[in-house]
């Protein structure tokens, strides 16, 4: 049954909503930015890769999120589940930092730092070293199947695939120690979990920096969305000079620059070197990752044209529009105060803290009982939390009674690394030293190697009240 004259119109306005994807083969660029942009490469990926295989100490890897047995190696530092206090300042860190970067900078780290933009620029470098520059790229990818294409693609694809592979080992290797992890690998003797989680990494990588590649930027990335809420007029962010440049026009190279004509010459070199496949010509868009890869084309032809630099370069609307560059505002200030002073505390909390934790907990099934001495007992549960990275034997002792004592005197007591251990004490005094109902009192336990190690809580000594009667 053929269909209507309306039904084939609205079929064809429900096509024209969805744009069908076009393949983006980013010109590969050289200059300042592009030198940025490898730096960050190495160093990011430098600390990704190579940070789980150091040690810190004997046997102790240095950054370990041990999950099953609750605790974190960072460096020196063992946290638990007790300091995820930290967690959150670290997560409230990372968010004013973003606010203050794209405060001044614009998407500065959507261009050099992000993750998607990181593994992306490994992506390229490996695709242009089977398959060639741009030109290259774009002539393979028209060409019928054949001996070279397969050769081509399928190497670059195996490289892909070895290459996000050992990204999700690394990966899994931060949450288990990575060198039982590698004995492991030989004989295929991993754990369902450890090697679920490689794998879904690995073809995270392979598909987001391989396959989507701008798509996760545009489309995936919440950052893209709400990035112009950080925005104003004093935002450094990469534009074209459009008084400058326009109207646009092509000539030739060492010819005086015609009159009615800009300095720009129309050769779409910054199109071609975009990542996100954008015009930049055609003012700010959110798919703008601030890589400055049109910078650097831009200022290679400028050069070559013998033209002044900076047609699209890092400014401000307000730049632009006579006013001047204002980067350092109220704005700013006050990002960079709160996140100095947070960072600041939670630097001094970290350095002060001591890895011990007591809880106290009175004997539920009685309040007071009678020695055969005729004292008066109360008995105590410390629940003692060794924080350390090492086992230690704690004595428990009390203060703020005179006269009471802990029987038995100073007893102690084992607590392994991580580990929670309940320290049942008996708090005795004579009849004479008992002055009230409630008396308080202060119950410590120590490391007896270590009189740092030390925490305590308060607590209640009851007696019964007709002794006072």
Partial sequence: ???????????????????????????????????????MVMLTLGIYYILPWINWGVGRQAILFDIPNRKFNIFALTL?????????????????????FTAVGGRLWCGYACPQTVWTEVFLWMERKFEGSRPKQIKLAKMPWN??????????????????????????????????????????????????WIFFYAFATYGNAGWLREQVCIYMCPYARFQSVMFDDNTLTISYDENRGDPRGTRKRGKDKPADKGDCIDCGLCVQACPTGIDIRNGMQYQCIACAACIDACEEVMDKMDYDPGLIRYTTLNEMS????????????????????????????LLTRIPVGVDV???????????????????????????????????????????AVVDPEQPEFHAESGEVIEAPVRVRAAEKLITERS???????????????????DARFIAPGDWFN
């Fill in 1 to 39: 049954m053929s269909m209507s004259d309306d039904e084939l119109r609205a079929n064809q306005d429900h096509d024209s909503l969805y744009a069908k994807r076009e393949n983006i083969y980013p010109r590969e660029v050289h200059g300042i930015f592009a030198r940025w942009r490898i730096i």
């Fill in 361 to 403: 907990t009175r004997d539920r099934n009685i309040l007071y009982r009678e020695a055969p001495n005729g004292d008066l007992e109360n008995v105590f549960v410390l629940k003692i939390m060794n924080q350390d990275n090492k086992a230690h034997n704690f004595v428990v002792s009390m203060e703020g009674f005179e006269g």
């Fill in 147 to 196: 001996r070279e294409k397969i050769i081509k693609k399928g190497g670059k694809h195996v490289a892909w695939v070895v290459f996000s592979l050992w990204t999700g080992f690394t990966f899994v290797g931060y949450f288990t120690p990575i060198r039982d992890l590698w004995a492991q690998i030989p004989g295929w003797n991993m754990g369902p979990w450890e090697t679920f």
């Fill in 322 to 349: 006579g006013k001047g560059l204002h980067i350092f505002r109220p704005r700013v200030f006050v990002y960079t105060g709160i996140l100095l002073a947070i960072t600041l505390l939670m630097l001094a909390s």
């Fill in 80 to 100: 638990w589940p007790q300091d995820l206090i930290y967690l959150s300042a670290i997560l409230i860190i990372s968010a004013l930092a973003l606010f203050l």
């Fill in 439 to 457: 008396t308080k009192i202060h119950l410590r336990a120590t490391a007896t190697d270590d009189p740092k190690l030390t925490d305590g809580e």
